[in-house]
């Protein structure tokens, strides 16, 4: 009786192990290899590391035919490694390119772009996602890492159409104000330079002066000439 106590209590023990292990990690087949979802913040200090860092996380993106992913990993030259990337889990994969200082194996620095990025990108949320493979030397095994970044798909031509027409707009009517205050300043400028230089004339024409008196006796007007 005892015996069986104790084996279904190992039972329930690795029962309940073993569903703990799936809920928290569920495995995804990804090129042949098998991604178990670990967190960047969570990587063990043996397993490769890797972050993208262009675009960031949660922002917009154009649906456009071409789209660019740059990022940084822990690859060396002691690390035989390789980067992929999808959009939204479309497989197969795309291989990133080695943009490091070392050559075409530093994967130190990446990016990765996408030429057919309109038939995956979609409005509204976009999972981006970056994994790097590396091959362990001492077990000859790969061990692998993932990170993930959101992005939000907006109306591509059309809204770009509209933001130039826009654009254009407010350009113009910029121009526009301009002018006028050029065209003002310039006739403000001129009328300023005529009062400057306007000479007030007198007249010293000595036969056309005249002196008019007051006669006391006759109470009218004489005029002299000087």
């Given amino acids: 009786m005892f015996l069986v106590v104790v084996l279904i209590s190992v039972f329930v023990f690795w029962s309940i192990s073993i569903l703990s292990s799936i809920s928290i990690s569920t495995p995804i087949p990804i090129d042949g290899f098998t991604i178990h979802g670990i967190s960047l913040d969570n990587i063990p200090p043996d397993l490769p590391k890797i972050g993208i860092t262009s675009h960031r ?20 030259s002691n690390t035989d490694c390789t980067i992929l990337t999808s959009i939204n889990n479309v497989q197969p994969f795309q291989n990133a390119s080695a943009t490091g200082s070392q050559g075409v194996q530093d994967f130190s620095n990446w990016n990765s772009t996408f030429f057919n990025a309109t038939n995956l990108l979609r409005l509204g949320k976009n999972t981006i996602t970056s994994l790097i493979v590396c091959l362990d030397v001492n077990s000859n095994s790969p061990t692998s890492s993932s990170h993930l970044i959101n992005l939000t798909g907006l109306p591509g031509d059309d809204n770009q159409s509209s933001l130039s027409s826009v654009s254009r707009m407010i350009y113009d009517s910029l121009e526009n104000k301009i002018a006028e205050q050029h065209k003002s300043s310039d006739q403000s400028r001129t009328n300023l330079q ?13 036969q056309s002066q005249r002196q008019s008196t007051l006669s006391p006796n006759s109470g009218q007007s004489t005029i002299e000439n000087p």
């Fill in 57 to 76: 996380n949660g922002s917009y993106v154009y649906l456009s035919p071409e789209l660019t992913i740059k990022g940084t990993s822990s690859d060396t």
């Fill in 194 to 206: 005529n009062n400057s230089y306007a000479v007030p004339i007198h007249h010293n024409n000595d």
